[in-house]
């Protein structure tokens, strides 16, 4: 009998793709402060979960992602400042 995945939980081996996907997002950051920014560490991470969460779980996708997510929200933060 197969055991069925419960919803909104990663299993052991789920966690290590999560967190190496974590791991490969901030060392692909070029700037090493980019990579120690906890709002950027939060960041990627919220967009490493969410996915994980829902099934997504090709470190390359999860990286990429949380990669985009950091970007677009340094970007956003960039539009706010004045200028």
Do not use: H, W
Request: proline content about 4%; overall charge positive; charged content about 25%.
């Amino acid at each position: 009998m197969r055991k069925q995945k419960l919803t909104g939980i990663l299993y052991p081996d789920e966690v290590a793709v999560a967190a190496a996907a974590f791991q490969a997002a901030l060392g692909s950051l070029s700037d090493t402060a980019q990579a120690r920014s906890s709002s950027n560490r939060r960041r990627g991470a919220e967009c490493i979960s969410t996915p994980a969460l829902n099934g997504e779980l090709d470190l390359e996708q999860l990286r990429d992602g949380a990669l985009r997510c950091v970007s677009q929200a340094a970007s956003a933060r960039g539009r706010k400042q004045p200028g």
